[in-house]
């Protein structure tokens, strides 16, 4: 089957930079420059942003040679013209202005010079995303999940949200497990995955959400995309592959729950809260835990991420010795969840590799349904809710 011609608009100031721009674009048969700007725009009044229009530009790069400007540029031509992919160019590949980009409405991040095989993977993951469009229900929230302390059931806690996130018809999840040396979402849920984060991460410059979602495995109705079969000892993502697996992500799934590590660094922190509708993290009522949480909290809310830290505390009893407030005025934050205490249905859901919502109407798995629709901010229907309530009621306190 032939394939349609791409109306392709460059926006950059350099004479230089569109030549070289056009050379490469027409070297495609399946490509033509339709529109050229050598000026950034700032509103949708402005001549070159009519021009793209008019000729139906698919395609638009914009080089970063002003920062601020393509910044501005990137917005204006996603707010005017949303069925075109943008596609940012620079010489640097610096990782703010990475999320910076895509924030304002860029598809991909491409570091000068252009290598031919890096153009012809973008127009494949163009005319894929053309051919999905009607599969893809827009920008799909993003939490993580994450704990200061091991042990405090942050996997547990991402596998069931995940899972009661699910249950709505309307919704695709997925549960992406970033943590290192090594995940245990697989082993938590029996998978014995193809594919892991790993072969998405390696392939993030042709990722869309085709080959995203062939790297998923399948359990419980969920999309899983296991940590790395091999044990790496402080291995970080590339910046770049990060941002582009969260961006997918979100472009293919209604929501997306993160298993993250206990720490990473700055750079790697700042993509992820930014990325994030929320940062769920996990603690016990135990002062050990307190301790750590106080560092891990004060960490991220360097990263900017203050409105965004949701603390989740976890196996909670009317017997602990250690209080709300306690917590609250130890870590200079609001709790914004307590989960009860379960152990043993807890274990026996992991021993059992399925979701703890899917064994049991306990009080624990009502509390994880509560949460995700808290946090999704999910309606639930009067009826249904009084069945919901009725369900775990005759299950008992446990």
């Known amino acids: 089957m032939a394939i349609a011609t791409i109306n392709v608009g460059i926006m950059a100031p350099s004479q230089e930079t569109r030549d070289l721009l056009r050379n490469q674009v027409t070297a495609s048969k399946s490509t033509i420059v339709a529109a050229e700007a050598e000026q950034y725009c700032t509103a949708s009044t402005d001549p070159v942003v009519r021009r793209f229009l008019d000729t139906a530009a698919g395609l638009i790069f914009v080089d970063m040679q002003d920062p601020h400007k393509a910044i501005r540029s990137l917005q204006v031509l996603h707010a005017s013209i949303p069925s075109s992919w943008l596609i940012a160019c620079s010489d640097v590949n610096d990782p703010q202005l990475i999320i910076d980009t895509m924030r304002a ?22 005319l894929a995303d053309t051919q999905h469009a009607n599969n893809v229900g827009g920008i799909g929230q993003i939490y993580a999940v994450t704990t200061a302390k091991g042990g405090a059931g942050a996997t547990s806690v991402a596998i069931n949200l995940a899972a009661c996130l699910n249950e709505a018809s309307e919704n695709r999840v997925a549960l992406i497990d ?6 245990d979402a697989a082993a938590y849920l029996s998978i014995k995955p193809q594919f892991t984060v790993s072969d998405a991460l390696s392939s993030a410059s042709r990722l869309d959400p085709v080959l995203l979602e062939s790297y998923m495995s399948r359990a419980y109705g969920l999309s899983v995309l296991p940590g790395p079969k091999e044990f790496q000892p402080r291995h970080m993502p590339d ?97 914004y969840w307590r989960l009860p205490n379960n152990y043993n249905s807890a274990i026996e859901a992991i021993n059992s590799g399925k979701p703890l919502v899917s064994l049991n109407h306990s009080a624990l798995a009502r509390s994880y349904h509560e949460l995700a629709f808290r946090l999704a901010g999910i309606v639930v229907p009067e009826k249904r809710r ?3 309530e009725r369900l775990f009621d005759k299950a008992g306190g446990s």
């Open 178 to 183: 970033l943590n290192s040396p090594g995940g």
């Open 386 to 388: 009084r069945l919901f």
């Open 239 to 335: 910046l770049y592959e990060l941002a582009k697996l969260l961006e997918v992500a979100a472009q293919t799934y209604t929501h997306a729950i993160l298993d993250l590590p206990s720490s990473w660094d700055e750079d790697y922190t700042r993509i992820l809260t930014e990325m994030s509708d929320g940062i769920i993290v996990v603690l016990t009522p135990e002062l050990p835990a307190l301790w750590r949480t106080h560092r891990l909290l004060q960490f991220l809310k360097t990263s900017g991420g203050t409105e965004k830290l949701k603390l989740v505390l976890n196996r909670c009893g009317t017997a602990d010795e250690i209080t709300n407030s306690d917590i609250e005025k130890a870590l200079s934050h609001p709790v």
């Open 105 to 126: 409405g860029a598809r991909e991040f491409l570091v000068k010079p252009i290598m031919a095989a890096q153009l012809s993977q973008a127009l494949e993951r163009y």
